[in-house]
């Protein structure tokens, strides 16, 4: 003899009022703070009914489960506890409870650099398309790629901080210059990008001998882009962008040092 399952309690706020979704039942019930029949009452006054001390002796048909029993049943849900997973999109309270939390840790929120993850050609191509959105100053742009080669580009700079007197000067100086009113700079990638760092370099126009962290050759100078095994040397985390904004305010530091060789 087959077993028979007995029937399946209904919701008794949506069996008592017709209409009514199971989800605005929830609801009320959670504006009821889970007394059930309080969210009889917030029902029947959001629908233009009489509210009444009578109301509270609404009697229940046989088939519905026990106003104690349900009201902790439809509170687990609320908790989420016993949720049953929802067959179609996202339950509606779920997704506003989690969609503005700030509890979320920044980390999470906040999008991954396009290069991260990346190596060789295709960590510098993501690179170079960063670096082409680049905003602020000073201004970076004519970037592209040496003879078509994806390891070697060149880019011009110009427009430093007007606020402080050293980028003043320094614009100062590069409108003075001859055919050409910027800092003309070249990266060089190693085949094995990012294990190891860019060579970067002023091309033109020259720099005084060790000022900026300049040498008389125009290679760029800083802890950041040595192999030393430091706590500022060179890391495959650390990119182009972050590498050249620390050039630049060292552009704006320009102490002149005597280097005395043997």
């Known amino acids: 003899m087959a077993e028979v399952k007995p029937p399946r309690p209904r919701n008794v706020l949506v069996a008592e009022f017709p209409g009514l979704s199971k989800d605005d039942a929830s609801q009320a019930l959670r504006d009821a703070g889970g007394d059930l029949n309080k969210a009889r009452k917030l029902i029947k006054k959001r629908r233009g009914g009489d509210v009444s001390d009578s109301d509270d002796d609404v009697v229940i048909g046989d088939t519905i489960a026990s106003d104690a029993a349900l009201a ?21 309270f779920a997704q506003d409870l989690t969609a503005d939390s700030d509890d979320e840790p920044a980390a999470k929120k906040a999008k991954a650099p396009p290069w991260q993850g990346k190596r060789g050609t295709a960590r510098m191509f993501a690179e170079m398309s960063a670096l082409r959105k680049w905003k602020g100053s000073p201004r970076v742009f004519d970037i592209e790629m040496v003879q078509d080669r994806a390891d070697k580009w060149r880019f011009s700079v110009n427009g430093f901080d007007n606020d402080c007197s050293a980028g003043r000067n320094l614009n100062s100086d590069l409108r003075k210059l001859r055919g050409q009113s910027c800092i003309k700079m070249e990266i060089t990638f190693p085949s094995d990008y990012p294990t190891r760092p860019f060579f970067l370099r002023c091309v033109s126009p020259r720099f005084c001998w060790y000022t900026g962290h300049v040498t008389a050759g125009g290679a760029i100078c800083i802890e950041a882009l040595t192999t030393e095994g430091t706590p500022g040397s060179w890391q495959p985390d650390i990119c182009v962008e972050s590498v050249l904004n620390t050039v630049f305010m060292n552009f704006l530091d320009t102490t002149s040092e005597i280097i005395r060789t043997a």
Not at 72 to 92: F, M, S
């Open 72 to 92: 902790r049943q439809l509170q687990a849900e609320l908790n989420g506890e016993g949720r049953p997973a929802p067959k179609r999109g996202r339950d509606p």
